[in-house]
């Protein structure tokens, strides 16, 4: 399995492990040379989360095929997967050069032709993986690879999923930088390729001036605000229609296809006289960004695909109010599924009733003859993350940290609202946040910052 432990110099069947070349919540990624065919590869260790559970397992096979039958160019190509003494692997080509997020930060913004000549080449990857029905779900300069001939390649489906396993991201794992998050993966409703549409946007965005949309947004609940309810800072350029159309907050409402994203940018280039990188010259949203305890609700809101109505009735002090009733999971773990992708793994129950339900205050109080167990638990980088249930139905979340890092937590649920931890500079060992109160099918929502890693989950 993998662990906590540098396996450089370890062998695992035919691979010699080499530099581990790096590390998160769902496995760690070594230069390796594979012996029985004799080629350098790059070796993804998976977590041993997804290895010790069946379906889990065989969901990562089965995604693992249909990955490795991608023929783009520009998607990293794999070799191999399966398990090795228990071991879930995926062996991939190991190629040389920067990631977008070190080109940008080294080199700075990029002239518009050569962003789009990026969004380009990595339009055509998400394409390629939509035509067999697979979502990245976490596309943004870390996970764009140039070698040293300025070729892109799209790496890490590690939060991929099948588009019929859409449903997944109501009570799943939501995985991946808010910075390029579309405003619906913080709902409750389905979620389709388009998040990829607006996720590459996003990344064109970053690609033009240097830094992402909503860069003035320092918070998770000010960034998720401002993807639902604010635009993107223009340039006053030909671009700006491109940006508003592919992070348009309503997901039919932006480009079908990362090809027609690519013919727009390609035509606002035309148009753009000047070959130097834009700057942003529009003023910050007025939006609202704060997100306060104080929950404002909307009675019995409908659920629809129109995010931009589904929220027109609040101030975004709280993310919206779950009207789906079904059992808690992982209360009940007969009701239980861990879902994977190559390397992400989700959590998903069985579907009930779907009901609409009125938000009010909570008026139960936990009393001391209360009794807790830990009902969920996972990790965020390195510091394991534990969710509570009281016996008379309020939630916590405990944070076990192994590094001094900065650190926070936040817990929601429609009756309580936000509930904070306090922020740290340097994480202790332990801490929590308030409790919420969550009574019976309540879907509650876990934010947890740690160091780089961040933790975005729907649980009911």
């Known amino acids: 399995m993998v662990t906590s432990h540098d396996l450089t110099g370890s062998r695992l069947g035919d691979?010699?492990?080499?530099?581990?070349?790096?590390?998160?919540?769902?496995?760690?990624?070594?230069?390796?040379?594979?012996?029985?065919?004799?080629?350098?590869?790059?070796?993804?260790?998976?977590?041993?989360?997804?290895?010790?559970?069946?379906?889990?397992?065989?969901?990562?096979?089965?995604?693992?095929?249909?990955?490795a039958t991608l023929t783009d160019p520009h998607i990293l190509p794999i070799h191999d997967w399966g398990e090795i003494d228990g071991q879930l692997f995926i062996?991939?080509?190991?190629?040389?050069?920067?990631?977008?997020?070190?080109?940008?930060?080294?080199?700075?913004?990029?002239?518009?032709?050569?962003?789009?000549?990026?969004?380009?080449?990595?339009?055509?990857?998400?394409?390629?993986?939509?035509?067999?029905?697979?979502?990245?779900?976490?596309?943004?300069?870390?996970?764009?690879?140039?070698?040293?001939?300025?070729?892109?390649?799209?790496?890490?489906?590690g939060l991929a999923m099948h588009v019929t396993?859409?449903?997944?991201?109501?009570?799943?794992?939501?995985?991946?930088?808010?910075?390029y998050m579309a405003p619906e993966r913080f709902g409750v409703d389905?979620?389709?390729?388009?998040?990829?549409?607006?996720?590459?946007?996003?990344?064109?965005?970053?690609?033009?001036?240097?830094?992402?949309?909503?860069?003035?947004?320092?918070t998770a609940e000010q960034m998720i605000a401002a993807h639902l309810n604010a635009d993107p800072q223009k340039f006053g350029s030909p671009f700006d229609d491109v940006i508003a159309t592919g992070m348009a907050k309503r997901p039919d409402a932006r480009y079908p296809d990362a090809a027609s994203l690519v013919e727009a940018a390609q035509k606002a280039l035309i148009q753009t006289p000047d070959s130097s990188p834009l700057r942003v010259i529009g003023p910050k949203s007025t939006a609202p960004l704060n997100v306060s305890a104080d929950v404002e609700q909307s009675v019995d809101r409908p659920q629809s695909a129109d995010v931009a109505q589904q929220y027109a009735t609040t101030t975004l002090r709280a993310l919206p109010p779950v009207n789906r009733s079904r059992p808690r999971i992982l209360?009940?773990?007969?009701?239980?599924?861990?879902?994977?992708?190559?390397?992400?793994?989700?959590?998903?129950?069985?579907?009930?009733?779907?009901?609409?339900?009125?938000a009010s205050?909570?008026?139960?109080?936990a009393t001391s003859a209360d009794t807790a167990e830990i009902v969920?638990?996972?990790?965020?980088?390195?510091?394991?993350?534990?969710?509570?249930?009281?016996?008379?139905?309020?939630?916590?979340?405990?944070?076990?940290?192994?590094?001094?890092?900065?650190?926070?937590?936040?817990?929601?649920?429609?009756?309580?609202?936000?509930?904070?931890?306090?922020?740290?500079?340097?994480?202790?060992?332990?801490?929590?946040?308030?409790?919420?109160?969550?009574?019976?099918?309540?879907?509650?929502r876990l934010i947890v910052n740690y160091g780089a890693d961040t933790l975005n989950d729907k649980i009911c």
């Open 331 to 358: 209360a009940l773990t007969v009701a239980a599924v861990v879902i994977v992708g190559l390397g992400g793994w989700y959590v998903m129950n069985n579907a009930g009733s779907t009901t609409t339900r009125t």
């Open 15 to 67: 691979y010699e492990i080499g530099e581990r070349l790096g590390k998160g919540g769902m496995g760690e990624v070594y230069q390796a040379v594979d012996t029985r065919r004799g080629r350098r590869v790059a070796l993804k260790l998976l977590s041993s989360a997804i290895a010790d559970d069946t379906s889990a397992r065989d969901r990562f096979m089965r995604e693992s095929r249909t990955a």
């Open 376 to 444: 969920w638990r996972t990790n965020v980088g390195a510091a394991e993350v534990s969710l509570w249930l009281s016996s008379s139905g309020y939630n916590w979340v405990t944070v076990a940290a192994t590094s001094a890092l900065t650190a926070d937590a936040r817990i929601w649920s429609p009756q309580s609202g936000w509930r904070t931890s306090q922020v740290y500079a340097s994480a202790p060992t332990e801490f929590t946040t308030p409790r919420v109160y969550a009574p019976g099918s309540t879907c509650i």
């Open 190 to 218: 389905d979620v389709g390729p388009q998040v990829d549409i607006y996720a590459l946007t996003c990344v064109l965005y970053e690609c033009l001036v240097g830094v992402p949309p909503f860069s003035y947004a320092t």
């Open 361 to 365: 205050a909570p008026t139960h109080t």
């Open 165 to 179: 396993d859409t449903r997944l991201t109501n009570a799943g794992y939501a995985i991946g930088s808010f910075r």
């Open 91 to 157: 062996d991939m080509r190991l190629v040389g050069g920067r990631d977008l997020r070190r080109v940008i930060s080294e080199d700075g913004p990029m002239s518009p032709k050569t962003a789009v000549k990026i969004i380009a080449q990595i339009g055509s990857a998400i394409d390629a993986a939509h035509r067999v029905g697979l979502i990245h779900r976490d596309v943004k300069p870390d996970n764009i690879v140039i070698d040293d001939h300025g070729f892109a390649y799209l790496v890490d489906f």
